[in-house]
């Protein structure tokens, strides 16, 4: 019989890459990479995104991790942000009118540090320009000329109404209670002439009752006067006060006029900050003062803090638009926060501690996030699209929304914000986005897909050779030989899974760069062999192989039984997968099928307890209704099987295996052994076509370690479908292994090709009417079937003819 497994060889096991092509002897000579590589679909797709003004088109870039994405946004949004304009310039400062709603004010890019610097030292000058300007001769003087016209002004007053209250009789004196009408008597003194004493209290009441009321009727007259006199001082008094006070703004805006309009001529195209200007004015005329009183005392205790500017943001006038990064995505770090002051056990705050946020910082410009992060952080994707719906966005604290009791604390003026923003995830998170946020394809509307994997071409391989220049040099390494270099490339491919496909994760490739010179460096090598490549992706993966050492030491020691010699029915070496972090290895395992006498069907033991996944039962029904095909087209499938992953206590899926366990249901119908040093992989349909499963170098290699520590037999080998050829990247002692002809790898396009090489036995042609072959795999499979039926048949007559009957029964009643 020939067998119609088609054997590969060494060289279709792993695709090399011939080092002359690299047309170099060392990366030294190559020219750095200088585009992205790999990538033509993200690459349009980002930079589409970036060109579009529009509302709403923000960007989601979406791909497995390592692939660059992240490095490729940063690239192209600091290339582009750097050929923009810079954006204005951002300040808070105090508003006089309600401190409570500190002002924003835009500055052309470049003007707000220079606006607080000015400011700064404005008010410094000022300090003295102030006082100096109050401590004049002449200011002094037209301060005494009013004081004194006042207090002559009073005294004339005051004189008139104690003039008119001696031609009353009465005397005016001031008390601390105030003025007071004292009536006077007529007395000559010692030399005969008259003078006005003090009428004392017995001789007020030992007047008539009439000079009393009289008396008392004059003062009641005099106090009236007295007192409109008073209010005529004070209004006086209010006049001088505000004359002074007149006089010393005057002497106050005189004296900072020219300072003012210098900064009124730098800064005042800018309107609002003009109006701010003129506002500032009122307010240092209005507290002068503090001026003087600060100029004179050095100890600094006067608070000049409203008169200061907060540089919320500030831009590099020739240095583009922001491009801003933000890796930790919490809310206080986009939306910017209040900073609090610990005083006394009080916490204190004002617009001089209101710091920007990344929005804030990328105003104008790109911001860039990490999408998970941006989720994983309370209310940070709620604030986002809160400030792409409204465009604005002003700085609040948490507490102010959640908080049990509502706390004063400043509300800053909002500002527009106007910032192209570019979402890094993973496709999980994309979807879930998608189905879950119905705003979402509002806000991105431009997704930028970035592949896992690219041709093999010879240009790209190429490139990754100047992708390994560009590394080397960034980070130190040694130059890399071209049969490193080649090296490097095969491992890209075996990362990619396929021989025409190179892997575009190069966090990961750059890491092997990285740890290739480090090991030619511990030997002093002057540059980078392929020795060196090949030692760090052993080393990696010894690093990380403790659980895979484990489980091979099990299948050693015959913990966990495999036998790879002989033939056995019922029982074949299947492949296994097991993964973890980066880490992934393949070891085989024992299945075995037992067929017998009824009507149950086919039974996974691991689906009946549960252990099974959804996709390793869909293998098995397909199984099913593959033998219902072949064997159940002019009669009933009389069949109970069972079917077991034997010593398997973690669980399994995927259908990686429904080929192996047909085989194995296979061999038990037709009571054919197979051989059991041959490991089977494949997945199958129902018309029994082989179809191409995952993880084929880890499965070859596994099972290869297995039979090398046994010892290789040179009849060893795994069975792959035949679309799995072109994933072949095995490990260098795998394909000397073929080429030796000590291990050996067959393809198969079908259940009939596979288990001919399994058996050794033909697999059998249907004929015309519907039977196979009596020395065939389905020959003696029907044969088996058939005789079931007959039995099933013949017991269930049996049963009939020992059943009593009806008259029996009427009888035995």
Avoid at 134 to 145: G, L, P, R, T
Avoid at 321 to 327: I, K, M, N, Y
Avoid at 475 to 481: M, S, V
Avoid at 637 to 665: K, M, V
């Amino acid at each position: 019989m020939k067998i119609r497994a088609r054997k590969l060889t060494a060289a279709q096991a792993r695709r090399k890459t011939d080092p002359k092509v690299l047309r170099c002897s060392s990366s030294a000579e190559l020219e750095g990479l200088t585009h992205f590589i790999g990538q033509e679909r993200a690459v349009k797709s980002i930079d589409f995104g970036l060109a579009v003004k529009s509302t709403g088109y923000n960007v989601f870039i979406v791909g497995a991790q390592g692939s660059g994405r992240t490095s490729y946004a940063l690239k192209s949004v600091r290339e582009k942000a750097a050929r923009m304009p810079a954006p204005s310039d951002w300040i808070y400062v105090n508003n006089f009118d309600e401190p409570a709603k500190p002002l924003a004010i835009d500055l052309p890019a470049g003007q707000a540090k220079k606006a607080e610097e000015d400011f700064t030292k404005l008010i410094e000058e000022l300090k003295s320009v102030i006082s100096g300007a109050f401590e004049k001769s002449s200011y002094e003087d037209a301060k005494a000329q009013e004081i004194s016209s006042f207090q002559d002004q009073i005294s004339k007053m005051m004189n008139h109404v104690r003039e008119e209250a001696e031609k009353d009789g009465f005397l005016v004196k001031r008390t601390p209670q105030g003025f007071v009408n004292i009536p006077l008597k007529i007395v000559k003194n010692g030399k005969g002439k008259k003078e006005f004493k003090e009428l004392q209290t017995d001789e007020f009441e030992a007047l008539p009752r009439k000079e009393q009321k009289r008396l008392k009727s004059v003062s009641d007259a005099l106090t009236s006067k007295t007192l409109e006199v008073l209010r005529q001082i004070r209004e006086k008094e209010r006049a001088l006060k505000a004359k002074l006070s007149d006089m010393e703004a005057e002497i106050c805006r005189t004296a900072i006029g020219p300072y003012l309009d210098e900064i009124r001529e730098k800064y005042g195209q800018t309107k609002k900050f003009a109006q701010w200007i003129d506002s500032l004015e009122r307010q240092i005329v209005a507290n002068h003062t503090l001026f003087i009183a600060a100029a004179r005392d050095e100890s600094g205790e006067v608070d000049f803090t409203p008169y200061k500017i907060n540089v919320f943001v500030g831009n590099d006038p020739k240095g583009g638009a922001p491009a801003v990064w933000e890796t930790n995505p919490t809310f206080y770090n986009i939306a910017g926060k209040m900073e609090y002051e610990s005083r006394q056990g009080y916490y204190y705050t004002d617009f001089t501690r209101i710091v920007s946020g990344a929005l804030h910082r990328a105003n104008g410009g790109y911001l860039i996030l990490d999408a998970e992060e941006l989720l994983r952080n309370f209310m940070s994707y709620d604030l986002l699209k809160r400030v792409l719906r409204s465009g604005l966005l002003t700085v609040e604290n948490l507490s102010d929304q959640y908080s049990v009791m509502p706390i004063t604390t400043p509300r800053p003026e909002a500002i527009p914000i106007k910032t192209k923003v570019i979402l890094v995830g993973s496709y999980y998170i994309y979807y879930l986005l998608r189905e879950y946020d119905p705003d979402f394809p509002k806000f991105f509307k431009t997704v930028a897909e970035f592949d896992y994997e690219m041709p093999r071409t010879p240009e790209n391989e190429w490139d990754m050779a100047r992708f390994v220049k560009t590394t080397a040099e960034q980070d130190g390494c040694l130059p890399f030989n071209k049969k490193a270099l080649a090296e490097l490339i095969e491992w890209a491919s075996r990362l990619a899974d396929d021989q025409n496909k190179l892997s575009t994760q190069f966090n990961r490739l750059k890491e092997y760069v990285v740890e290739s010179s480090a090991w030619a460096l511990s030997e002093g090598a002057k540059s980078v062999d392929r020795k060196h490549v090949l030692r760090a992706i052993q080393e990696k993966r010894y690093r990380s192989s403790q659980t895979e050492e484990k489980i091979r030491a099990a299948f050693a020691e015959d913990i966990i039984r495999i036998d790879t010699d002989g033939a056995v029915v019922g029982q074949i070496n299947g492949l296994a997968v097991v993964s973890f972090a980066e880490v992934s290895f393949g070891h085989p395992a024992r299945i075995t099928a037992n067929t017998f006498m009824g009507q149950e069907g086919v039974i996974n033991i691991e689906r009946e307890i549960l252990m099974a996944g959804p996709i390793h039962n869909k293998g098995l029904l397909t199984l099913s209704s593959y033998l219902g095909r072949v064997y159940a087209q002019d009669m009933p499938l009389t069949l109970s099987a069972r079917l077991s992953f034997e010593q398997n206590y973690g669980g399994i899926d995927g259908d990686s295996a429904s080929s192996t366990e047909l085989y194995c249901l296979l061999s038990s119908l037709a009571d054919v052994p197979i051989a059991q040093n041959i490991a089977v992989t494949g997945s199958v349909d129902q018309f029994g076509n082989i179809q191409p499963i995952g993880g084929v170098n880890e499965k070859i290699e596994g099972f290869f370690s297995y039979c090398l520590a046994r010892g290789l037999t040179g009849s060893q080998g795994v069975l792959i479908p035949w679309q799995n050829e072109r994933h072949l990247m095995l490990n260098h002692d795998v394909v000397e292994a073929i080429r030796r002809k000590q291990f050996h790898i067959w393809s198969v396009k079908t259940i009939d090709e596979g288990i001919e090489l399994l058996t050794g036995c033909p697999a059998g042609k249907r004929r015309a009417d519907g039977t196979y072959p009596e020395d065939s795999i389905h020959g003696r499979a029907m044969a088996k079937l058939k005789r079931w039926i007959e039995k099933s048949a013949a017991l269930s007559r049996g049963q009939k003819g020992n059943a009593p009957s009806a008259v029996s029964r009427e009888r035995k009643q």
